[in-house]
């Protein structure tokens, strides 16, 4: 059997896998807050042939230890999620809001369908009141899912508001039309270890199921922004983070990707063309 | 029998297994650190053709003495003998993450190479050229597949976060100034050293190299943010494949040819 077309398909298979991963970066070029993820490749199982079975008879000058090891095409070996600053675009509206230091995110509570709740983890800092009664609203995401403050409890405000300040540390000031205000702490997560993040969609990050299994605890993975640790915080208001995907660098990469698959399919044809020519000696 | 048949049998089987080594390599384009291999080709050993023949002796009788005469030698097929990886140093790509190390060779005495060194769970050690790292869940500085990279008195690296930065030298310093030396090892002769796959290559007896700092005359760079592109050069890699495709196809037609001259042997001689 000739191992060419092995050695391709698998490899191809693994092509197509970054391929749907740089689509899916160039989906969300303009989804706020949304990090991309970049996949790098490992080589596969290597094989050892004994193409000589007397090792006795060959010449003393081979560059190589005994045998041939022999490869069998490439795999996806990590995808990771980086988390680089994107460019930040001024909308002027009060409640966008963008984060300026790598690593920080909003937490949200997700609903699951049994009713249960879980938390999730945005960069997008478009903010948004949702009325929950007549005189009280709660702050949202634009989904509808309720920010949490620093203590993980959504954020209600009584009355009506004029105007919203959040301030560089992530105070958010609310000013009524009857001259009070109410203020709160918007509840920031630093993320130590990126790799342990799953995207649960809707622009979110959350964490794996098996965290346990993985041997390591959310403590681990992030760290809460909260008392003293909140200088930390670098948010501004008024203005949006991008994405951080670069259109270039992902067509680039596309293009790479695509002359690579046609590579592969080229050797397919041409393993194909070898057995064509093996069955066609007599 | 006729001689060539087996010969163009194995001209088949060398060029088919070098197709295969190729498009390891075309696999491999895009893989970080990735050595491209060569075939080295070798014909079979020689053997001795002799011409049989008889001298008459004029006598009455005629008396005839057998004797051999050797014509020369003869290789009666060929084999891929070797893959031989090339240690080039491959291109660097910037990718700006933290944990992406590059080996940069500055100077290498007598074709040496320079690798990072890397430990297995079960203790053995092993070197690679692709600076793909990751931290794990207890902080350890691993390869993409789990191997934890090893610093230069051979222990494992412990971080407090991915914020580090690794300087020139190797030396890396953690966002809590926790500190430690990548372990770079350098072998005189990497050809010697055996693939494993997964990037990884390990010496032929087991041992360790030695370590790449202070060996005389032996100079290399660490660069964050950047990883080595593998050196495989696609477009010969490509051309190698189509003359490679065409040698195998040389090799049918000639056995078609031997094939043609058998047929004639068993069906059309004694035809009247």
């Known amino acids: 059997m000739n191992r060419t077309m092995i050695t ?181 997560i630093l993320i130590n270890k990126p790799q342990f993040l799953e995207q649960k969609g809707a622009n979110l990050l959350g964490l794996p199921e098996n965290l346990g299994e993985l041997g390591v605890t959310e403590e681990e993975v992030m760290t809460n922004l909260a008392g003293p640790l909140r200088n930390q915080i670098a948010i501004q208001q008024g203005v949006l983070e991008q994405s951080n995907v670069d259109m270039s660098k992902e067509m680039t990469d596309l293009i790479n990707v695509q002359r690579s698959y046609q590579f592969h399919s080229k050797s397919i044809t041409l393993a194909d063309q070898m057995l064509g020519l093996v069955n066609g000696i007599r | ?127 690679t050229r692709n600076g793909n790292f990751t931290i794990d869940a207890q902080g350890y500085l691993t390869t993409g597949s789990g191997h934890y990279v090893l610093n230069s008195a051979g222990q494992q690296i412990q971080l407090s976060s991915d914020r580090f930065t690794v300087n020139e030298g190797g030396v890396l310093t953690g966002e809590n100034g926790e500190s430690a030396t990548l372990g770079v090892a350098y072998a005189n002769n990497p050809l010697r050293m055996i693939k494993e796959g997964d990037g990884l290559f390990r010496t032929e007896d087991g041992g360790e190299l030695p370590t790449a700092v202070g060996t005389a005359g032996v100079q290399f760079s660490t660069q964050q943010g950047f990883l080595e592109q593998s050196n495989v050069d696609i477009s010969r890699t490509m051309t190698d494949m189509m003359s490679a495709y065409r040698a195998f196809e040389a090799n049918q037609k000639i056995l078609q040819a031997y094939d043609k001259s058998m047929e004639k042997a068993a069906n059309e001689i004694g035809r009247l």
């Open chain 2, 1 to 127: 029998m006729f001689k060539g048949f087996y010969t163009v049998a194995s001209g088949m089987l060398a060029q088919q297994r070098r197709t295969e080594m190729l498009t390891n390599n075309m696999s491999n384009a895009n893989t970080p650190g990735y050595k491209a291999d060569q075939a080295g080709m070798r014909a079979f050993p020689e053997m001795l053709l002799q011409r049989f023949d008889k001298q008459q002796i004029p006598t009455e009788k005629g008396l005839n003495l057998p004797f051999a005469k050797e014509i020369g030698t003869i290789n009666t097929g060929v084999y891929m003998q070797e893959a031989i990886p090339k240690f080039i140093q491959g291109d660097l790509r910037e990718t700006g993450r933290k944990t992406d190390v590059a080996l940069l060779d500055i100077n290498m005495p007598d074709n040496g190479s320079v690798f990072f060194t890397v430990r297995n769970t079960d203790g053995t050690v092993r070197y």
């Open chain 1, 8 to 188: 391709a398909t698998n490899t191809l298979s693994q092509l197509q896998k970054q391929m749907d991963m740089i689509s899916h970066n160039l989906a969300n070029i303009d989804t706020a807050g949304y990090k991309r993820r970049e996949a790098s490749f490992t080589d596969l199982l290597v094989q050892e042939y004994r193409n000589q079975p007397n090792n006795t008879l060959e010449p003393q000058n081979r560059m190589t230890p005994f045998n041939i090891r022999h490869g069998n095409g490439a795999r996806l070996g990590q995808v990771q999620l980086i988390l680089s600053q994107g460019s930040l675009k001024a909308t002027d509206r009060p409640l966008d809001t963008a984060f300026t230091a790598e690593g920080q995110f909003y937490r949200v509570m997700v609903q699951n369908e049994d009713g249960s709740s879980a938390m999730r983890l945005t960069r997008n800092g478009a903010l948004y009141l949702s009325p929950l009664s007549d005189n009280v609203s709660m702050l949202v995401n634009s989904d509808g899912h309720a920010i949490l403050d620093e203590s993980n409890q959504p954020i209600t405000i009584a009355g009506n508001v004029k105007n919203f300040n959040i301030n560089n540390t992530g105070l958010l000031t609310a000013e009524m039309y009857d001259g009070t205000s109410q203020e709160v702490n918007l509840g920031v």
